[in-house]
């Protein structure tokens, strides 16, 4: 991976939406941000979940990340305030080079609990990222197969409740 990589907070613009289209999971999240657009609702400078990674002007790698409050966590116990990384994508040709890796310290770097729901065939990574299976009672409700990363600290004081 080059030494160089910055991992920036992504504009809520129109070419900012534009770059998106070239990633695989489009969907939802980035159409309703641009019928927000549309309604003049956001501004360029409104506080976007989105982070990427820029080679030259193009777009390579992108990941939506969420702080979530404690009154909604079904994942950790004691109930904390944790971040909810999804989205986490790079192009193709740029895979395999750091650059997911990069995006996912940068969450790190935080110091809070993170919470993600892999991509099929991706668990490999994300265990190489100190990711594991949470174990929660609501997993069947919800239909997903989180993984959980924990700061050095909060695993400590997680074991001893």
Do not use: C
Request: no cysteine; proline share 5%; aromatic share 14%.
């Amino acid at each position: 991976m080059p030494s160089n990589v910055k991992v920036e907070r992504l504009l809520i613009n129109y070419k900012t939406l534009e770059k998106f289209k070239h990633f695989k999971e489009y969907g939802n999240q980035e159409l309703s941000m641009m019928e927000d657009l549309q309604s003049n609702i956001i501004e360029n400078d409104s506080e976007s979940p989105f982070y990427g990674i820029y080679f030259g002007d193009r777009l390579i790698a992108r990941m939506s990340l969420y702080k979530v409050d404690r009154k909604y966590d079904a994942f950790f116990k004691p109930q904390q305030d944790y971040l909810e990384l999804w989205k986490l994508e790079v192009l193709p040709d740029y895979q395999k080079k750091g650059y997911g890796k990069a995006l996912v310290q940068f969450a790190k770097d935080f110091h809070m609990p993170i919470k993600t729901n892999p991509r099929i065939n991706s668990h490999d990574f994300w265990e190489k990222m100190g990711f594991q299976k949470a174990h929660y009672e609501m997993e069947r409700d919800f239909g997903q197969n989180p993984l959980i990363w924990l700061p050095e600290g909060v695993e400590e004081k997680l074991e001893q409740s």
